[in-house]
Structure formats: structure tokens, C-alpha cells
């Protein structure tokens, strides 16, 4: 059993900064991809970013690349989110997740086994 808590959301101005982190406990998480995604209103939930068990590899969706940042600490089972140039199109519950086979799709929340229980951002206008 893997328990994911996400941390660091709050309300921000537009242009701002934020970072969100994510804490793992119950299992090692060093040879998983871990992935944010995001929820606003609706049934979706969008992909953000994705990184590979050593970091080497990192996927961003064409909304936020050059803006966010995701990076991890295997020795603490972390993973954050840094997110610069905040939109209002931001806005959203922030979840972190992690990948349960190192080759399927990064982008698919589907292929996502563990999930937290999100982190509300939002940004004003």
C-alpha cells in the first residue's frame, strides 16, 4: 500500500510562483515514474508532468512546458511541482501519482495506480 499527500497549493496572483511537493510513505518509490496531473470542474483529469525513476527523463504537457518544473528526491520519496508564471488557466486540484509500468504511456492517467488526495491551486486574475 502506497499513501501519496500532496502539499503546497494555496491562492496565488497571476504571475506567480508555487511549489507543490508530494510526500510517498509505505513503499520506495525510486523505480517508478511519478506524474502530476490536474483537475479543475469536470470529469477530466489533465496531464502536467512526468518524471522517470532516476530523473533522467522528464514530460511535460505543451500547456505548461518552459513554465513548471518537476523534479524528485529518492532519498526523501518526494516529488514536487515548480510552477512559475502562474495563469489563471491554472487553476485546478493538483494530484500526484505514480506510474505502475515503465512502459506505458506517461500521459495517461489510466496507467496510474496510486494517486493522493490532491492540493487545490488557483490563481487570481
Known amino acids: 500500500q502506497v499513501q501519496l499527500v500532496e502539499s503546497g497549493g494555496r491562492l496565488v496572483q497571476a504571475g506567480d510562483s508555487l511549489r507543490l511537493s508530494c510526500a510517498a510513505a509505505g513503499r520506495t518509490l525510486n523505480n517508478y515514474f511519478m506524474g502530476w496531473f490536474r483537475q479543475a470542474p469536470g470529469p477530466e483529469r489533465e496531464f502536467v508532468a512526468a518524471?522517470?525513476?532516476?530523473?533522467?527523463?522528464?514530460i511535460y504537457a505543451d500547456s505548461v512546458k518552459g513554465r513548471f518544473t518537476i523534479s524528485r528526491d529518492n532519498d526523501k520519496n518526494t516529488v514536487d511541482l515548480q510552477m512559475n508564471s502562474l495563469k489563471p488557466e491554472d487553476t485546478a486540484v493538483y494530484y500526484c501519482a505514480v506510474k505502475m509500468n515503465y512502459h506505458y504511456s506517461a500521459t495517461s492517467p489510466e496507467n496510474y495506480g496510486y494517486w493522493g488526495q490532491g492540493t487545490q491551486v488557483t490563481v487570481s486574475s
Open positions: 518524471i522517470s525513476p532516476n530523473a533522467d527523463i522528464t
